[in-house]
């Protein structure tokens, strides 16, 4: 995503697992969903009911950052066109184990 975002989600929880957690996310997401976890590699989410989400990885720094574009394939593209968004995930050590924080921006959308 190049554009400055003009919307964005945010969120934040904490995890008693290790930030090791996070770098298996894929296993999160609906059989069949893989990430290729080099730069400019494939990322394909399915989620409930076949939907396919797909997108590019743009950064991994295990395990400490996870940043990836993120747009519908199928079901509604409409409101998320492929690369249309960008989604990062950061993890930082805590005592009682690790925080993640979620962030989701969404490109500007042309008039």
């Not at 997401?29 to 590699?41: E, L, Q, R």
């Not at 400490?64 to 050590?93: A, D, K, R």
């Amino acid at each position: 995503m190049h554009h400055a975002a003009a919307r964005a989600i945010a969120a934040s929880a904490r995890s008693s697992s290790g930030p090791q957690v996070a770098i298996r996310f894929a296993s999160w997401w609906g059989a069949g969903s893989t990430i290729d976890p080099t730069p400019g590699g494939a990322v394909r989410i399915v989620l409930p009911g076949g939907v396919r989400v797909c997108g590019t990885l743009v950064e991994l720094r295990p395990p400490e950052l996870v940043s990836f574009t993120y747009g519908y394939e199928t079901g509604h593209p409409e409101l998320i066109p492929p690369g249309g968004s960008l989604v990062t995930l950061t993890l930082e050590l805590h005592p009682e184990g690790t925080m993640l924080r979620l962030r989701h921006d969404f490109a500007t959308v042309a008039a």
